[in-house]
């Protein structure tokens, strides 16, 4: 069997994974005097690890984190809840907000990306 796309047609693509869900919004990230502290899961906040707090995502979930000024993108471990504000919907350990390029900017707009179970 021969298939023909017409012109201006795309190629037929895969079914998206219905359980990976992605939200856009604002992300900021945690202050310098966090560090130490305990977070939701129990370990202790590191500003130089690649983690974040999100208000309903279980802890231990793997999100990615893109900037979409720039295009950055950094994988994070959720293992604290926050942002405690409607404003912003993930908050990021201070590296990830380096390699985001959003250190000392404040906030940047985001895509979040993650596998809902």
Do not use: C
């Amino acid at each position: 069997m021969i298939f023909f796309l017409q012109a201006g047609a795309s190629a037929p693509t895969e079914d998206k994974n219905p359980n990976i869900k992605t939200k856009t919004g604002l992300a900021t990230y945690y202050s310098s005097r966090f560090e130490g502290r305990k977070t939701s899961s129990g370990k202790k906040y590191r500003a130089h690890k690649l983690t974040a707090a999100h208000r309903t995502l279980p802890l231990g979930t793997v999100v990615t984190v893109k900037n979409l000024k720039n295009g950055k993108t950094v994988d994070v471990e959720v293992n604290d809840r926050g942002p405690f504000t409607k404003r912003y919907i993930i908050d990021v350990s201070a590296q990830a907000a380096k390699e985001l390029g959003i250190w000392r900017k404040g906030d940047a707009k985001v895509e979040i990306t993650y596998v809902h179970k």
